[in-house]
């Protein structure tokens, strides 16, 4: 068969054959066939491994409740996703090999892709066994793969949610009233400094909600609001949330952590900065000019405190140890500065909710920032099943983790590159001498009215060192003048 090339452009194929082209697309359907089958086979290897792992922990007298999980990060690990992603394909893998034999031979033959095999999961996940099963065989049947090959994911959810009421409508029932229970709003980062705030709730009430934003906006704009019809629904949105006055959206207090460099902020630098607020794990990267206005608006406006900035001249984080058995809130901010908010562990995007000692402190291990990361849940206590071990190391100078898996299996977590300051000297400071490493822990103090006029900027002093005998002071040199450190906040 003729295949185009890995550089061909799209008149490479002018003047082939019909023969050709047709060729070329039940190759697709033929390579897609074979990208299903390839999943049932890795979802009968993860049901494999969560037995039989289960069944040497329990060799090992591993509670019940414990048992298996490690499986899930194994898995996400192998698959090049997140620990999450892991366990829902090995619970809805589970259920294809256990529950639905019809669903996991059409996987099998590749008559059925992966994401309709999970709707077939999800959408009788209500139901007993016995009348999933019933489901499995009336859509995946031998006698029914003509039309499964022909039915839409629409109409498949739809057919499978008939069979459903029919077979069990009082299980159909709790769902609904399930579902209503878990009502909830959530928050997740967008491209662009922008972020998804969404809220779960019952059909009525979200219909009822978002048709009167739309009139709200419609009125906006018939009356001449220059804003589009969806930029004044989200104003009228955080403004009815946030009870600020129509037009002042923009004004919400909040508290701006920025992991940043003192030449990005102060002196308009290109150095992109790190914010940690505005979801669980943060806002993310944002350019320079983007950090500055950020801070510039929230304290111009009186909506805003400037927290610590953490990074010295060479971009690494203050190292801090402790003696308490849990990380303090100042150890455990920045462990999560330094990961940037989001879990230490290879391919996993939860926030951190943990903060977790690499070396167990049972094992001596120190609460330190150099033994210590940030983790979700999940992971935290993935790390704790038979079998796990974690050391701290480094890789290209930045902290990272070495984490070994129950089978040999080695992963490396590194943490993510911090923006790297070039240093800048406030007004009247000189620039540190040659050789020498200053300190870099800056406190900004900024006032939060602009009435006050100007924002101290002091850097920590450094360590004092005993002077020799034969060196006179500064005040016998003549330099008893302090420095102007202070720099004024335009208006």
């Known amino acids: 068969m003729t295949l185009p090339g890995a550089t061909d452009t799209g008149s490479s194929g002018v003047g082939l054959s019909e023969q050709v082209q ?12 074979v990208k299903n089958a390839i999943t049932a086979t890795q979802a009968r290897l993860a049901v494999a491994l969560d037995e039989a792992t289960r069944a040497d922990e329990a060799a090992q007298g591993i509670r019940t409740e414990r048992r298996g999980r490690g499986v899930p990060n194994q898995v996400g690990a192998a698959l090049r996703t997140s620990p999450h992603a892991g366990a829902g394909f090995v619970s809805t893998s589970r259920v294809w090999v256990t529950q639905m034999p019809h669903t996991f031979a059409a996987l099998q033959a590749g008559m059925l892709s992966p994401w309709r095999a999970t709707l077939l999961v999800r959408e009788t996940s ?35 949610k008939e069979l459903a009421a029919r077979l069990d409508v009082h299980a159909c029932v709790n769902r609904n009233a399930r579902a209503v229970s878990e009502r909830r ?13 969404t809220a779960l709730v019952p059909m009525a009430q979200g219909v009822q909600a978002y048709a009167q934003l739309k009139t709200h906006a419609d009125t906006a704009k018939a009356a001449g609001d220059g804003r589009g019809v969806g930029q004044i629904m989200a104003d009228t949105l955080i403004e009815r949330a946030t009870g600020r006055d129509p037009g002042r959206a923009k004004d919400v207090p909040v508290t701006i952590n920025l992991l940043v460099s003192d030449d990005t902020l102060l002196a308009g630098g290109n150095q992109p900065a790190v914010v940690l607020e505005g979801a669980p794990a943060g806002a993310g990267i944002v350019p320079a000019p983007v950090a500055r206005n950020l801070a510039a608006h929230a304290i111009d406006t009186d909506a805003a405190w400037l927290r610590s900035i953490y990074v010295n001249p060479h971009g690494r984080l203050l190292a801090t140890t402790s003696t308490s ?21 290879t391919w996993c995007d939860a926030p951190v909710r943990h903060t977790d000692h690499v070396t ?20 935290n206590h993935a790390k704790q099943a038979p079998g796990w071990s974690q050391k701290t190391t480094q890789l290209d100078g930045r902290h990272a983790v070495e984490t070994v898996t129950p089978t040999g299996h080695t992963y490396v977590s590194v943490a993510p590159e911090p923006p790297t300051p070039a240093w800048t000297p406030a007004v009247g400071v000189a620039g540190p001498a040659p050789g020498h490493v200053p300190r870099s822990r800056y406190q900004i103090g900024c006032d939060t009215s602009p009435t006050h006029g100007a924002i101290t900027y002091r850097p920590s002093p450094p360590p004092r060192q005993p002077r020799p005998a034969h060196q006179p002071s500064n005040r016998a040199r003549g330099r008893s003048r302090r420095p102007d450190l202070s720099w004024t906040h335009p208006t």
């Open 185 to 197: 709003v959530s928050i997740r980062p967008a491209p662009d400094l922008m972020v998804y705030l």
């Open 22 to 33: 047709a060729e070329w697309v039940d190759l697709l359907g033929e390579l897609e066939a």
């Open 360 to 379: 167990p402190y049972a094992e001596g291990g120190p609460t330190s920032l150099d033994n210590g990361q940030g983790l979700c849940a999940r992971c």
């Open 126 to 160: 209500h139901l007993s066994v016995e009348h999933r099963a019933l489901i499995d065989e009336e859509i995946c049947g031998p006698a029914h793969l003509a039309d499964l090959a022909r039915m839409g994911t629409r109409r498949l959810v739809a057919r499978i």
């Open 325 to 345: 058995r849990f990380h303090p809130q100042g150890l455990a901010s920045l462990l999560r500065a330094r990961d940037q908010g989001i879990c230490a562990t």
